[in-house]
């Protein structure tokens, strides 16, 4: 339970906040649009166990492509300091295609006016983002919220392919303690448990998002 909070609020933090700020890079008036539209939205296309098998051979401790461009000799994928940064970040790059999609659809859906009122006022770069899309977005912001946990509690493809739950159980987190005590060990009242239990989570953690949401809005 600790592994998978620890997973899930990084990767709900990062994803959301990378989206955000692709984002808005590719909302404002730049070269070739479309083209950083198509590479941010990318990873949608690919598979968690495609990526995972690619980010293998990138975190590969002798041979990956990371060691060789920082010259060293980490084992990103076998040393549990680094193995559960490793994964969320594989997560993380999977992640970010949907929340930017959404995001910069909502972010497009802002009127025009907003913007020009505060420039009017002097207002900066940072203060317009601020003040005008983050407020504007905010049901957008709640949904992907919700999404993001839901989907970072229930990860399981880049665990099963990188890690299968180690090194001394860094990286085992509860769908992969499920899988393990039901299909591995044959415990399935055990695992059966387990599922309600995360059930009950994720209720709970959806239930609070409404009600914080519902503050924030009223």
Known sequence: MVTTLKFSVMRVILSIVLGFILAIISTEKIRAKGFFRTVYAL?????????????????????????????????????????LIAVTIVSVWMAIGMNFIY??????????????????????????????????????????????????????????????????????????????????????GVACSESVILFVILIILTALQFRLEKKVTY
Do not use: C
């Not at 890690?163 to 509860?174: L, W």
């Open 43 to 83: 990873p949608m296309a690919i598979s968690a166990a495609a990526a995972s098998v690619v980010f293998m051979f990138i975190f590969h401790s002798s041979l990956g492509i990371l060691n060789k461009a920082l010259g060293t000799h980490i084992g990103w994928l076998t040393d549990k300091k680094y193995a």
């Open 103 to 188: 995001l910069t659809a909502a972010i497009q859906s802002v009127p025009a006016e907003l913007y020009e009122s505060v420039a009017l006022d002097g207002a900066n770069f940072f203060q317009k983002h601020r003040h005008v899309t983050i407020p504007s977005i905010s049901p957008t912001l709640f949904f992907l919220l919700i999404i993001n946990v839901i989907n970072s509690v229930q990860a399981y493809a880049e665990f099963k392919m990188m890690t299968q739950g180690g090194p001394a159980e860094s990286t085992n987190v509860i769908v992969y303690e499920i899988y393990q005590e039901a299909f591995i060990n044959s415990r399935f």
